[in-house]
Nanobody
């Protein structure tokens, strides 16, 4: 049973920072690439950042490049998303996903709410 559980969300003011974590179980974590996604009210799910199995390759959406940083710790089966300079447009439910093929995700996790006030 594969489980991906995101945590660390909350309420922050514009300009603030937040670090999200996503813990994985039920899979060989080091064999999977990981990604972060978000879904805002009334909008489609949006890709934010991806990282390969070793952490040596990362990819970012233009909307978050320079503000967000993805990383992983394979000894802890955890992927992180450091978010800086948050603005109200970042308000959404954030979740992580796992995939064996680069850019293709098979497993989708439970999200955590991030709310940014003005």
């Amino acid at each position: 049973q594969v489980q991906l559980v995101a945590s660390g969300g909350g309420l922050v003011q514009a300009g603030g920072s937040l670090r999200l974590s996503c813990g994985a179980s039920g899979l060989t974590f080091g064999s999977y690439g990981m990604g972060w996604f978000r879904r805002a009210p009334g909008k489609e799910r949006e890709f934010l950042a991806g990282i390969n199995w070793s952490g040596g390759t990362t990819d970012y959406a233009n909307s978050v490049r320079g503000r967000f940083t993805i990383s992983r710790d394979n000894t802890k089966n955890t992927v992180y998303l450091q978010m800086n300079n948050l603005n109200p447009e970042d308000t959404a439910v954030y979740s992580c996903a796992a995939g064996r093929e680069f850019g293709v995700y098979q497993y989708w996790g439970q999200g955590t709410q991030v709310t940014v006030s003005s």
